[in-house]
């Protein structure tokens, strides 16, 4: 089902016949830069490089392409596919993967149509030869002059050029189908229009540029409008801008479309999904880090990703860093509340045994929490490439701080994105100990908020908040001992309590069922 | 009036049992606060120990009163009532003596404690006054008891705004965890934002912790604004929520 669903939406019929108008267009332009890179003389890499950057061929034939391309798919789709799927995540998967495949053959003929043009007549190499013709600049080539001074290799750059593009025009079209999904016909002619007019504002204005770049979706597949100008170290906050964009239009629209879809719904499934508590959670959690940027906090700058600190302890901080599991325990604990009313009495009969229950229930839960950790690390590495823009020189500065190695304060960073998930699993077996041993949800949560507030007594051996970035440096300098300690500590700490958890069978919120 | 009264003394248990807890927390904290600070004035021996309470005031009231309403929700009292009071009056005779009982434990406890804390410190030998920088510094100053009459009442009118958004997240929400720990997250959540946005002047914990910012950033019309935008954003979330429960009641 899933294979011949992906092999009937590839290329439907009409949209075969745009795809080739397209081609041909692309071609003919590929035939007027050959005549050019023949004149100047650059090497092969280098005239792909000017083909798939053409900005202008990208906006004013690619993106129109792409947003026909949606309409018309979006006009061939029938409300009855979603029964014949069964699950919303198969349909949404198929639509999903074979429009990535058709956009990755469409980018590959792209590549494919200038290298068999340039093939005979330009020589390959690995290099920039555009840099090396003495004082002559050739303006229709400031794009590999930009590229040659981030990029060493014009192979690497047609690779990282090619790669980002179709990143970013996937974003653009996995997002409007989900905006369809949601709001349905009018939603996508909104949202095409808004497309539209943000890239175009982008584009001709030359707003994209500084923080704004994030706001333009035009910078989201031309390389050199999103990166030349800027460091490396903005790739991957676009890569987490999109990701989470996607996740969130794809998470409502399965909430949206559930009820429709035909499936046999699992009562969990969406049990702790608040779309847009969570969206306006995050809105406000990045806009208050991209707030503070633009005021030039300085003290604030690596506020997501930096934690708290012992020896220099702010308030502030600690909330900013507890805030997020704080939250996604608030709405665990509040499903706990409903569930002491028996309101999942119906799910809870088609389950028939308490303990499948139980465990897709706290999968269901963990997944909630785990999703969060993902979107709020994703948050933190954003804001803090958006804010500090010049990441380099943060690490350097922290790694004279600390005396220690640059190898070292990367290696924390990575630990303290391990070490928080390890943190917020603790928290929410802490919260579900003392739920299941008190039947009360604002005793559970207020002893997690206790339990976090009596690790502050004794720093030296709390497991406690060493997610925070601050934390590991600090014992980055102490020594690797320390370090142990604390690993072993946090390790011994959750299986300790892990393993309570599982062996506390006291259920206060279930009457009349039983095993 | 009479319902009224027969309405307040249901709460006296809960009432006593906070009176209590507060009067003995303010207390102790101001032993504490005794023996290791510096005090320019007797009252300032009162105004530190009051800040460790009032973090958890939103969540001490709550916990005292809102519980009581959400069961004689979930029981359905109020259907009954309705039927020999009307619902809207029912509502407003309970609001209000809740509100009643709080503003009362609230003075209660903290007027009780400012007198205590006045009895028991020596006179303070220093002659320079930080207090005086302060909006309400002079007051606080040469007329303590006076002053303290006034604030204590200010802040269980303060207190009265939490435990009314409580009651009516217990009306809408149907769900204890929510209506009893609502208010003291919304207080969190809020401190961090307008602190983070260095706006913490707007912050409802400003209004009802008294000194709590430098006395540059105080003005008598930031006690003001915080309670507004309080009572703005929580009305707001308050009609989303009860939207939300129609349209739920009309598919349903």
């Known amino acids: ?39 100047t003389g650059i090497n092969l890499p280098e005239y792909l490089l000017s083909c798939i950057t053409d900005h202008y061929y990208l ?220 969206g306006a959670f995050y809105v406000v959690y990045c806009g208050l880090a991209f707030t503070l940027s633009l005021n030039g906090s300085e003290a604030f700058t690596w506020q997501l990703l930096k934690g708290f600190s012992y020896t220099q302890f702010n308030v502030i901080e600690l909330l900013f860093y507890i805030a997020p599991i704080m ?39 963990l997944r909630f929490i785990a999703t969060n950790v993902l979107i709020v690390v994703a948050v933190s590495f954003i804001s803090a490439t958006v804010l500090t823009n010049n990441l380099d020189n943060t690490i350097r500065d922290l790694s004279a701080f600390y005396d220690l190695n640059i190898g070292k304060v990367i290696a ?25 041993l008190s039947g009360n949800t604002i005793v559970s949560y207020l002893m997690t908020i206790a339990f976090i507030f009596i690790g502050f007594v004794l720093p030296a051996v709390n497991p406690i908040g060493k997610g925070s970035l601050y934390q590991l440096l600090e014992i980055g300098g102490k020594g690797i001992s320390s370090f142990v300690i604390m690993v072993i500590l946090e390790m011994l700490l959750i299986i300790v309590l892990f393993s309570t958890n599982k062996h506390i069978k006291k259920e206060r919120c279930f009457h009349g069922i039983s095993n | 009036m009479r319902y009224l009264i027969r309405s307040t003394k249901k709460f006296i248990i809960p009432a006593l049992a906070l009176a209590l807890i507060l009067t003995a927390a303010i207390t102790v904290f101001c032993f504490i606060t005794l023996r290791n600070t510096a005090v320019c004035n007797r009252i300032e021996i009162w105004i530190e120990a009051c800040d460790y309470v009032d973090f958890f005031l939103p969540l001490a009231v709550c916990l005292a009163f809102t519980p009581f309403f959400y069961f004689i929700n979930r029981k359905g009292f109020i259907r009954y009532a309705s039927v020999r009071a009307g619902k809207k009056r029912y509502l407003i005779t309970h609001f209000l003596a809740t509100a009643i ?121 930031n006690y003001l604004i915080g309670c507004f935008t309080y009572i703005l954003i929580t009305l707001g979330i308050i009609l989303i929520i009860r939207r939300k429960k129609e349209n739920v009641n009309v598919r349903n």
């Open chain 1, 1 to 39: 089902m899933l294979t011949s669903g992906i092999r009937n939406n590839l290329f439907p019929k009409n949209n075969r016949i745009a795809a080739v108008i397209l081609l041909c267009v692309y071609a003919y332009m590929c035939g007027t830069h050959l005549v050019e890179a023949i004149g």
């Open chain 1, 59 to 278: 906006m004013y034939a690619l993106l129109f392409y792409l947003i026909i391309d949606s309409a018309i798919r979006i006009r061939s789709t029938f409300e009855i596919a979603k029964l014949r799927y069964r699950s919303l995540g198969r349909y949404y998967g198929t639509l999903i993967i074979s429009r990535l495949i058709s956009l990755f053959i469409l980018v590959t003929a792209h590549l494919l149509i200038p290298l068999f043009a340039g093939f005979t007549r330009l020589a390959p190499g690995t290099g920039y030869n555009i840099t090396t013709m003495g004082d002559r600049f050739y303006s229709n080539y400031e794009v590999l002059y930009a590229l040659a001074d981030i990029i060493p290799s014009s192979v690497l750059a047609t690779v990282l050029v090619t790669g980002f593009l179709y990143i970013g025009i996937s974003f653009i079209c996995i997002s409007t189908l989900l905006v369809f999904e949601i709001f349905g016909r009018k939603g996508f002619a909104v949202c095409t229009a808004v497309i539209l007019i943000n890239t175009f504002t982008g584009f001709v204005t030359g707003l994209d540029e500084g923080i704004f770049k994030y706001l333009f979706l035009n910078d989201y597949f031309i390389f050199h409008h999103g990166l030349v100008g800027n460091n490396l170290w903005s790739l991957p906050a676009y890569a987490m801008i999109m990701a989470i964009a996607v996740y969130v239009l794809y998470k409502s629209a399965v909430k949206h479309n559930s009820n429709r879809s035909g499936e046999r719904r699992k009562y969990t499934r969406n049990l702790y999904s608040h779309p847009v508590i969570t």
């Open chain 1, 327 to 365: 939250f996604s325990l608030f709405f665990v604990n509040m499903e706990w509340e409903n569930e002491i009313k028996n309101r999942n009495l119906f799910a809870l009969i088609r389950y028939g045994k308490r303990e499948k229950w139980e465990k897709e229930k706290a999968l269901s839960e």
């Open chain 1, 412 to 436: 924390c960073g990575v630990l303290s994105i391990l070490f928080r998930g390890m943190e917020w699993f603790l928290f929410y077996v802490i919260d579900k100990i003392v739920f299941k």
């Open chain 2, 101 to 221: 009982c709080t503003v009362l434990v609230v003075f209660v406890s903290y007027y009780a404690t400012l007198c205590i804390s006045l009895n028991m410190t020596p006179e303070a030998l220093v002659t320079e006054n930080r207090l005086f920088d302060y909006v309400f510094g002079e007051y606080e100053v040469n007329y303590p008891y006076l002053f303290g009459l006034a604030w204590c009442l200010y802040k269980g009118v303060v207190a009265t705004l939490f435990v009314v958004f409580g009651n009516l997240l217990a009306l809408y929400t149907d769900n204890l965890f929510v209506s009893v720990l609502g208010p003291f997250v919304y207080c969190m959540a809020e401190n961090l934002i307008t602190s983070l946005l260095n706006l913490p002047m707007y912050s409802i914990m400003t209004t009802y912790v008294l000194n709590r910012l430098s006395p540059s950033c105080m003005h008598v019309h």
